[in-house]
């Protein structure tokens, strides 16, 4: 089966788990998914979402969270993981914010890119979440399954990655894919253990070098 012929079944199969999907990380508008985003590295959506409510009690602006010292800001936020690490960058990129752009989040890869702490995967989040703009943002569970199903190179950097998925599905829905990807990775599509046969996607999609691979692996765990 051809990857384009491959993405579309797949689609299909995701859109009847999940017609309708929402981001996981709570927030209200740019710059609160920008936080949220950031703050994801490394750490569950749960625990982000547990944390941001205080967070954004205090500062849910960019001059807000400026105003705030690092170690503050630090207390907020100590239960992240490299929270320190993201303290300065949560200060350091509202004050280029207030600096640079007005105080608004920008819309450009670019721009976004040059904030500290904010990688492509961040940038990308925000342009097509907040903005709309079309952006196909790969994380762990979207890279891992898109090599799982074949619909990119067994091995394929995550930039090869984000390319192949941008080929094979509609820009106009690289939004909702890329979430329901990761909605069906988590509650479906476990890296380990995965029962693949009775997986409504990984029964036909799953490479034959992928199901060799993964048996493997789980009889070596299996029997630690």
Not at 193 to 208: G, R, V
């Amino acid at each position: 089966m051809r990857r384009a012929e491959k993405a579309e079944r797949i689609r299909d199969i995701l859109d009847q788990h999940y017609p309708a999907v929402d981001v996981p990380l709570e927030h209200r508008d740019p710059f609160t998914l920008l936080v949220a985003v950031l703050l994801s590295a490394q750490t569950t959506d749960k625990k982000v979402n547990q944390v941001t409510p205080s967070l954004f009690a205090r500062a849910s602006t960019p001059a807000e969270m400026a105003a705030l010292e690092v170690g503050e800001i630090h207390h907020l936020i100590r239960e992240i993981g490299l929270a320190n690490q993201k303290a300065k960058a949560l200060r350091g990129l509202s004050e280029i914010l207030l600096a640079e752009h007005g105080g608004e989040v920008p819309r450009s890869f670019e721009q976004l890119e040059a904030l500290p702490g904010v990688g492509h995967k961040t940038a990308s989040v925000v342009m097509v979440q907040a903005f709309g703009e079309p952006a196909f943002p790969v994380d762990t569970h979207i890279h891992r399954l898109a090599q799982r199903w074949g619909l990119t190179k067994d091995g394929a950097t995550v930039k090869r990655t984000e390319g192949d998925l941008k080929k094979v599905f509609p820009e106009a829905t690289w939004g909702k894919v890329h979430l329901q990807i990761i909605y069906f990775g988590r509650q479906h599509c476990p890296a380990l253990y995965h029962d693949l046969d009775a997986c409504p996607i990984c029964s036909w999609a799953a490479t034959e070098k992928r199901k060799r691979e993964e048996a493997r692996a789980d009889r070596r765990l299996r029997k630690r």
